[in-house]
């Protein structure tokens, strides 16, 4: 009888998996050296480390994706797997997926100066038509026969120091059963583990594509930190969606909408204040009293939970209604910090999250403003370290760096879930800025009003009893942090010089009043933007302004001297009947006006409602007022042909008329 050898077993799938790390991270130096021309200007020693570090986790999820059938073969206790054959299928198993990886890897190095980004699911919708991809192929293993001479070492090494790992089979004893369950159950639990990115404990939510933007200075160099079967795999099912093509011509387009925001005139006076952006987790209009004394139906008298808030708004610019563009914190980040839309899927999760964007960080680099994001979870936390880098931020301050700072308590100040207390991280956030040179913009996310909704012990007494949700009493905690930051604030040199924008990332499903039930109210959160040297417009204004608003509007009030793209309107310049504003919360929604229009996702109407004198969209006026209904439906397939458009191009370039060049 052979002899059970599970630890000879466990050596050569350990040994063989560690030859495909090796052959990913030789497959990236390689794609680097190929593109040295693009990355040389901004590689330093420390970022090509931070790169190859990162490029693991990457590298982890692709390896137990494409080896799972190998190990699964290898590990099967049974005597069929002394037999030739298996052995033989196993080994295959294994150098196959391999080596198909490989040669992935290697021909995306010649790939990527074309495409400008790794090889996915759309690649191969962009050249699905092509007849003559096989002599472009032929023509370009001739041009870089070293990489082909490459890929045929790493592969035959694969195959010559490939260790066989069968499990030997003895006969099982109830012992022996006991324990090839443990280790099969261990081998599942670390595959899921690898597969999610090695953020099985860290994170709510696999690694994606976009997740590169983390390890890299620049938004292009995520490319590097990604490898090709990673990205095929995350893309899978992914598509984009087809360009819509309601106008025929880009003047047509452009008469209806138009992303393409103007240069300031040259008699506007550039104001270079420093951007403080406060995005407060679930901070719903719901919850704020003073913004809801002419809108609730059931309570007159109408109880808030935010009374720092209510004293702040009369201070600070804001609009009769001011709209989340999604219902989620990461699609939130993009259309706050970069005026970009979800459409159906979040831009985030989406083929698009590798494009080049604009935001304010990516704009006011122009004019040298220092930029940094927070955000008090774990840096890898809900992919916001993520999106931050891919937005051009160059510095992210999150719970590692925190912990790090002597004036504040580390790990103790943590929520036991989510990331440090609203109080302790905003006063760390005030702080940090009076580090920075001046200009700067920032932003911070926070998150204390969040599930499992608790609160520091230390006022248990002091809020616990607020509202009838146990949300609320977060949000009062929260109310109470932002007062906190805001008079920490006030102490600093740079506040005065300073524009502060606080908006909410979506509203709240813990809903208690039934005007937020419905679709067109469940978008309310509130806007606000705060001037403290009072040089802009105070008090509540008519109207409606939107997430999407935030960039052109500060940009435009700085007097920005250059041409960007940002799907939002300047609201400071634009009339109240001509604002909008836009989400996709299942279906295509659209406010202009008093209206609210819905339609399918082919933007066929189904309904029409006075959002503001029906609160509760009992009356569907889209037979009533066709006319309306139609105009709506032309702005919102304006909106979303050019969205796609440029997506699909990847630019955030200027344009008269037309695509970009």
């Known amino acids: 009888m052979t002899i059970n050898q599970p630890a000879r077993t466990a050596s050569g799938i350990i040994f063989n998996i560690a030859m495909a790390y ?200 995520a490319n590097i930190v990604l490898n090709t079967p990673f990205s095929l795999i995350r893309t899978i099912g992914k598509r984009p969606p087809l360009i819509p093509e309601y106008f025929t011509s880009a003047k047509d387009l452009d008469d209806v909408y138009t992303p393409l925001h103007r240069a300031a005139a040259d008699s506007v006076t550039q104001k270079k204040k420093n951007v403080v952006i406060l995005i407060i987790e679930s901070f719903a209009t719901e919850f704020i009293g003073s913004l809801n004394n002419n809108r609730a139906l059931d309570d007159s008298t109408y109880r808030g939970y935010t009374p720092w808030m209510d004293s702040f708004i009369p201070k600070a610019l804001t609009f009769e209604h001011t709209f989340a563009n999604t219902g989620v914190s990461i699609d939130a980040m993009p259309a706050i910090l970069s005026s970009i839309p979800k459409m159906g899927h979040g831009f985030f999760l989406s083929p698009y999250s590798l494009n080049h964007i604009t935001s304010f960080a990516t704009e006011l680099k122009n004019w040298d403003y220092h930029t940094a994001f927070f955000h008090g979870g774990t840096n890898d936390s809900m992919g916001f370290q993520a999106f931050a880098r891919g937005a051009g931020f160059e510095e992210y301050y999150g719970m590692d760096e925190y912990c790090l700072d002597s004036r504040f308590n580390g790990k103790d100040d943590f929520d036991g879930t989510w990331a440090i207390w609203d109080e302790e991280f905003l006063q760390y956030y005030a702080l940090k800025m009076s580090e920075m040179p001046q200009p700067f913009v920032t932003g911070v996310f926070t998150a204390s009003s969040h599930h499992p909704f608790a609160i520091p012990e230390k006022y248990n007494d002091r809020f616990l009893d607020e509202g009838i949700h146990q949300l609320h009493k977060c949000i009062r905690y929260t109310d109470y942090s932002l007062g906190r930051f805001f008079e920490t604030a006030s102490k600093q040199p740079w506040y005065t010089n300073t524009i502060f924008v606080l908006t909410a990332d979506h509203s709240s499903s813990k809903t208690t009043h039934q005007e937020y039930k419905t679709d067109a109210g469940d978008n309310h959160v509130p806007i606000v933007i705060f001037d403290p040297s009072g040089e802009m417009p105070r008090g509540m204004h008519s109207g409606m302004m939107q997430q999407l608003d935030i960039l052109p509007t500060v940009l435009g009030w700085l007097g920005y001297d250059r041409d960007y793209i940002a799907f939002g309107n300047d609201v400071l310049t634009t009339r109240p009947e001509e604002r909008w504003s836009f989400n996709y919360n299942l279906v295509p929604q659209m406010y202009i006006g008093d209206y609210f229009l819905q339609t399918d996702a082919d933007c066929n109407i189904t309904g029409l409602y ?44 200027v344009r008269q008329a037309g695509l970009p060049e």
């Open 22 to 221: 090796v052959a990913y991270s030789v497959c990236r130096l390689a794609f680097l050296l190929e593109n040295w021309d693009l990355y040389s200007v901004s590689m330093t020693l420390e970022s090509s480390m931070k790169i190859f570090r990162g490029g693991i986790w990457f590298d982890t999820s692709a390896i137990c994706y494409t080896n799972i059938l190998y190990i699964v073969l290898a590990m099967l206790p049974f005597s069929t797997t002394q037999r030739k054959w298996y052995r033989n299928l196993t080994r295959m198993a294994y150098i196959i997926p391999n080596a198909i990886c490989i040669l992935l890897n290697l021909g995306d190095s010649v790939y990527y100066p074309f495409g400008h980004h790794r090889i996915t699911t759309r690649t191969f919708n962009e050249f699905g038509n092509e007849d003559n991809l096989g002599r472009i192929f032929g023509i370009e293993i001739i041009n870089h026969w070293y990489l082909a001479v490459l890929a045929i070492v790493l592969i035959w090494a694969m195959c010559r120091f490939y260790r066989p790992s069968t499990m030997h089979f003895t006969r099982h004893t109830w012992k022996k059963w006991i324990a090839d369950i443990v280790a099969i159950s261990v081998v599942v639990v670390v595959a899921i583990w690898g597969m999610r990115g090695a953020t099985f404990f860290t994170s709510t939510r696999p690694i994606a594509v976009s997740n590169a933007h983390q390890f890299a200075k620049r938004p292009s160099e």
């Open 610 to 653: 006075d959002y503001v004198n029906d609160i509760m969209m009992t009356t569907d006026l889209k037979d009533k007022l066709p006319a309306k209904a139609s105009e709506m439906q032309l702005k919102m397939k304006g909106l979303m042909q050019s969205y796609y458009e440029r997506m699909d191009a990847d630019s955030v370039k």
